[in-house]
């Protein structure tokens, strides 16, 4: 007999509210509610009673609403245990266990009750901009306040404590008034950014499900069975990925447009594009971050070795799948470097021995460069050191494909040299790397190149071609080799992509090269900006004797120089060499362990940072550290409006920021900083820098 649509829902509800904890998302959110739930239940408990040690006022009780709209099922479990371990102090008895029941249910009405309620629905998100939402949010307030109401006086008079005709009425009372009153602008300031942040319940179940639409396969390929594929190319690959389609649930368009390629094993290939032609989403899908934990709307196929990665959850595939972010940060879990490459080997299974986990530990660490920071504190070091100690914390599971999305952005000269030994052995070991990378020396050892351009595949081949050919490169979006175009006017063929070939071929034709007449002259000044003339006498910035330790690691040993007013200096070192140590030294972020620094007449060591930071303007080597604020307006305007400055002088100075640095000022009220991609935000954090008009400013 078929389902009926109640029971197709109501088994839909009960699936709802075990899948929550199948979801580390909705865990965690299910713990921050109960967490925050019980914190402001128990000030109350000692505040205004309405039926003393049963009911107090709680201005608490607008949160399992709230919660439930935004966060369905998980608000249910967090009010109810949040309410128990509210009554933990001072009402804790046998009818707590109702409290549960009711809390459960005062926060899981909610989600059920809105948009299926007939005419009461509005068919509109849980906001109040209209009257129909007010309506429908009153009566979701009344309905599940009730079922509250009655669960919990049921209990405590079954139990004999109180009759239900005096409690009910109280509870239903409080819980009422204080969602009516506190939950409309609660919603109001929570729902965009929850929305914003993919985090509402309908964006969770979405990403866990997939919008999964499989692609019919070409009758040439009917028959073949599960592990059949394309063509003999990729009857063999480690990877194979067919009409690969992916739109996130925040974009207009797609970012990914029917992508096939095939990844042989042992072989290197470098994903190249523009800024926003789908890079990094085809990293993220290789291992299933996309589309399990990134929503959106996916269609193709993409397997890695004889999986389908909608086959299987994230974390199985990151055995075999390693995978470092372009914002590598954001993969470090651990407190010392030791730790941060056991993390991933604890949970292997089967279990792996203890020399085993060592010999991957030790060897890791040595292929890159940090056999001697094993009790490090990640955050102390480097972020080039930090990138290459994600890289290991990779390496270390030893998986059949690495993807690495701009693994050089933070290395010196000498990591990426490392770093590119290391794909050498890499490839002898029959380990496949798939990475996006603009650096001239990985493109010259990779055996393929896949040009990517809005989200399709234009050019594919081997990268000697892609080099030889400049006008290719510029079609592609992509900046050609300044040695070859300097070839290029000369017509030569075939044009050089080394300094040993340009020599040759410069003395085979009697060649002589000089520089463009655009490198005679400054062509970084911005139009009518006036040139500033260095001033004499006292430096503006004066560092003397200054050393610097994190707890036992010296980073900076006697350090001395002087800076004068109209100065233009580039700070150069390794990866570890102190350079980030120093620049916080400047603006007081970091105080000197010996030595003084003074800056504009002002010691650092006496001197508040809100003082400093109006002299000296630090940008973060990650701008994520920085970025904050919900608009990009509201990210620029912040020092101006702490420096007291006018709406006038605000508006005024964004605009000059975010011309600075190229960004538009319309647009910039609404437009979400962290939508933008990571060039983008790190011109943000610039303009956020140059909004404060610094005497000093350090990127």
């Not at 985090?199 to 028959?223: N, T």
């Not at 410069?506 to 007449?517: H, I, K, M, Q």
Request: charged fraction near 20%.
């Amino acid at each position: 007999m078929p389902l009926t649509q109640s029971a197709r829902d109501s088994r839909r509800w009960w699936a709802d509210l075990i899948a929550v904890w199948r979801d580390t998302r909705q865990i965690v959110l299910t713990a921050q509610i109960a967490a925050i739930y019980a914190a402001i239940l128990i000030p109350f408990k000692a505040g205004i009673p309405i039926v003393p040690g049963f009911v107090e006022l709680r201005p608490a009780n607008a949160i399992p609403i709230v919660a439930s709209l935004l966060f369905g099922p998980a608000a249910a479990w967090g009010a109810g245990i949040g309410n128990v371990i509210g009554d933990c102090f001072g009402t804790l008895g046998p009818a707590s266990f109702f409290g549960l029941l009711g809390n459960f249910i005062f926060g899981y009405l909610p989600y059920v009750l809105w948009g299926h309620m007939g005419w009461f629905s509005s068919g509109e998100a849980p906001l109040h901009k209209s009257w129909h939402q007010m309506i429908e949010y009153g009566v979701v307030c009344v309905i599940a306040s009730a079922a509250c109401a009655g669960v919990i006086a049921w209990g405590v008079e079954w139990l004999g404590l109180l009759p239900f005709v005096i409690l009910a009425p109280a509870i239903f009372f409080n819980n009422v008034v204080m969602s009516l009153f506190l939950g409309p602008p609660l919603l109001g300031f929570l729902y965009p950014r929850v929305q914003r942040w993919q985090l509402r319940y309908e964006d969770i179940r979405e990403s866990g499900a997939c919008h999964v639409d499989a692609p019919r396969l070409p009758a040439s390929y009917e028959g073949m069975g599960s592990e059949g594929t394309i063509d003999d190319q990729s009857s063999h690959a480690i990877v194979d990925c067919h009409g690969l389609s992916f739109q996130y649930a925040s974009g207009s368009t797609p970012v990914l447009r029917n992508v096939s390629f095939a990844l042989a094993p042992g072989e290197l290939v470098i994903l190249l594009g523009r800024s926003g032609s789908g890079k990094s989403t085809i990293c993220y899908a290789c291992n299933g971050l996309i589309p399990r934990m990134v929503p959106g709307t996916f269609s193709g196929r993409l397997r890695v070795g004889k999986q389908n990665i909608l086959d299987e959850p994230v974390w199985k595939q990151a055995g075999r799948v390693g995978l470092v972010f372009q914002d590598f940060d954001t993969q470090l879990v651990a407190t010392t470097v030791g730790g941060e490459l056991l993390h991933p080997l604890e949970y292997r299974d089967p279990p792996l021995s203890s020399d085993e986990v060592r010999r991957r530990v030790v060897h890791a660490l040595s292929q890159i460069g940090l056999a001697d920071c094993v009790h490090r504190d990640p955050m102390s070091m480097s972020g080039g050191q930090r990138q290459r100690l994600v890289i290991a914390s990779v390496l270390v599971q030893e998986p059949a494909l690495l993807v690495l999305d701009e693994p050089g952005s933070d290395l010196d000269p000498a990591g990426r040299a490392q770093l590119r030994e290391v794909l050498r052995i890499l490839q002898k070991e029959g380990i496949t790397v798939l990475m996006t990378e603009h650096d001239d020396g990985y493109l010259a050892q990779a055996d393929r190149v896949l040009v990517l351009d809005e989200g399709e595949i234009v050019w594919e081949g081997k990268p000697e071609a892609l080099l030889r050919d400049p006008q290719l490169m510029r079609d592609c979006g992509l900046r050609p080799l300044a040695l070859t175009e300097c070839f290029e006017e000369w017509g030569v063929q075939p044009l050089p992509i080394s300094v040993e070939e340009a020599w040759i071929q410069a003395e085979a034709l009697n060649l002589r090269l000089s520089p463009p007449e655009a490198a005679h002259h400054d062509t970084f000044r911005l139009e009518n900006t006036p040139v500033r003339e260095p001033k004499m006498g006292l430096p503006l910035i004066q560092v003397e004797g200054v050393s610097f330790q994190y707890e036992e690691h010296s980073v900076l040993d006697d350090v001395s120089f002087s800076i004068q007013s109209g100065d233009f200096l580039a700070l150069l070192g390794q990866n570890g060499s102190g350079k980030s140590t120093l620049a916080r030294l400047l603006n007081g972020l970091l105080t000197p362990t010996h030595g003084t620094i003074v800056v504009d007449g002002m010691d650092t060591r006496t001197t508040s940072m809100n003082e400093l930071a109006k002299r000296v303007g630090l940008v973060f080597q990650n701008p994520d550290h920085q970025i904050f604020a919900d608009t990009v307006w509201e990210e620029v305007a912040f020092s101006a409006k702490n420096m007291g400055c006018s709406k006038d002088e605000i508006a005024d100075r964004v605009q000059e920021s975010l011309a600075a640095v190229g960004l538009p000022f319309e647009g910039s009220r609404d437009l979400d900083p962290f939508s933008l991609r990571k060039g983008e935000r790190q011109r943000i954090a610039v303009a956020s820098v140059l909004a404060t008009r610094p005497a000093v400013l350090i990127v």
